[in-house]
């Protein structure tokens, strides 16, 4: 019922537009680099750098750093505790437009 529904209980972590979009990204892939994910959501390094630190400090997602060809390559993937609580979310949303 939607007069049950409490926007204050939403996940403050996701909630925020650059990080539910990585969210979203990263739950319907396995991982994505660093690259990937700032063009699938248009960001800029400096900002999605700071995102993704908040997202693993929620222990939400999991960085990978490592050198590929050289270069730096920085990997993420979503963690148990992150898929969990990226349903949570959902689940929550769902109360809020079903009847």
Same mark, same amino acid.
């Given at each position: 019922?939607?007069?049950? /529904?409490?926007?204050?209980?939403?996940?403050?972590?996701?909630?925020?537009?650059?990080?539910?979009?990585?969210?979203?990204?990263?739950?319907?892939?396995?991982?994505?680099? /660093?690259?990937?994910?700032?063009?699938?959501?248009?960001?800029?390094?400096?900002?999605?750098?700071?995102?993704?630190?908040?997202?693993?400090?929620?222990?939400?997602?999991?960085?990978?750093?490592? /050198?590929?060809?050289?270069?730096?390559?920085?990997?993420?993937?979503?963690?148990?505790?992150?898929?969990?609580?990226?349903?949570?979310?959902?689940?929550?949303?769902?109360?809020?437009?079903?009847?």
């Amino acid at each position: 019922m939607a007069d049950s /529904f409490d926007a204050t209980n939403l996940d403050d972590v996701i909630h925020g537009k650059l990080r539910l979009a990585v969210m979203a990204y990263l739950s319907a892939t396995r991982e994505a680099t /660093f690259g990937e994910i700032k063009t699938r959501t248009n960001a800029s390094d400096g900002n999605l750098s700071v995102h993704l630190r908040k997202l693993e400090e929620a222990g939400y997602i999991a960085i990978e750093k490592s /050198f590929v060809d050289r270069k730096p390559q920085t990997r993420a993937s979503l963690t148990e505790s992150g898929r969990t609580a990226w349903l949570h979310y959902l689940d929550q949303l769902r109360s809020l437009i079903q009847p």
